[in-house]
């Protein structure tokens, strides 16, 4: 479909949705109810289940069928399937694909993190240690805003040179986690199915997934839009001192 013509519509939301989320929505939700017919799937184009049945649920699987639509509908090859495992509040599984380049991220809690690709094998990954020479800040290319202009001014006040790489879908997080950029400030709306399966990634590599406080992104929460959040690799720099006031 992507080398095809195809018909975008809104969403509600004013988002973009093709044909192409649908599909890949019904083909990752049969093969998902074969490996355990029990186990819930919550996903982007399946729309969110109530809370009062969601609740309920201690695993169940989170899904974005086609993460980074924009960068689909314009061709720029920066989307990806993501696919997690939530147990409790907590991403116990991830594994983001980026279909154009067929290279895969990956990892379970309590293990290393891999990066892999459809001709060579799979490689761990880990994040990078804060080099103040040279900083390095992941952004979005669809969703600019000041509060991240903020973030990279309070930055470039630690570090003699701050570079910014802008790229689309969970492949921001995937790049702080191996080791090629220091931090993603998402200072604006994601929604949990965004983040949860790179959360894992990341988590295993090293790094973190925090609110601008701190604490740990969680899921299966009542509403699923995720508060601002900081992707980040060193843990021994405070990345949240940065984002002091930004909310």
């Given at each position: 479909m992507?080398?095809?013509?195809?018909?975008?519509?809104?969403?509600?939301?004013?988002?973009p949705l093709t044909q192409a989320d649908r599909r890949a929505d019904e083909l990752i939700h049969k093969r998902l109810r074969r490996l355990d017919q029990g186990l819930p799937v919550l996903s982007e184009e399946s729309g969110a289940k109530a809370f009062a049945r969601r609740r309920e649920w201690s695993r169940f699987w989170l899904v974005d069928p086609l993460d980074g639509t924009n960068g689909f509908v314009k061709r720029n090859d920066e989307f990806?399937?993501?696919?997690?495992?939530i147990e409790g509040s907590d991403s116990v599984l991830g594994v983001v694909y980026a279909p154009v380049s067929g290279i895969s991220y990956y990892a379970a809690a309590g293990t290393r993190a891999f990066k892999a690709g459809a001709a060579r094998?799979?490689?761990?990954?880990?994040?990078?240690?804060f080099n103040r020479e040279n900083a390095i800040m992941v952004a979005s290319r669809s969703h600019a805003s000041a509060a991240v202009e903020t973030y990279r001014a309070r930055l470039a006040g630690e570090a003699e040179q701050v570079e910014i790489t802008r790229l689309g879908s969970a492949l921001k997080i995937c790049l702080v986690a191996e080791g090629l950029a220091d931090i993603y400030p998402r200072l604006g709306p994601t929604s949990e199915w965004d983040t949860a399966a790179a959360h894992c990634v990341l988590e295993s590599a090293g790094g973190s997934v925090t609110t601008l406080s701190g604490a740990p992104?969680?899921?299966?929460k009542e509403s699923l839009l995720n508060p601002w959040f900081l992707a980040s690799g060193d843990p021994e720099f405070d990345w949240s001192a940065l984002a002091h006031g930004l909310e």
């Open positions: 992507y080398a095809s013509k195809f018909e975008v519509e809104t969403k509600a939301d004013g988002s990806t399937v993501n696919i997690a495992l094998k799979p490689v761990p990954i880990q994040v990078k240690k992104l969680q899921y299966n």
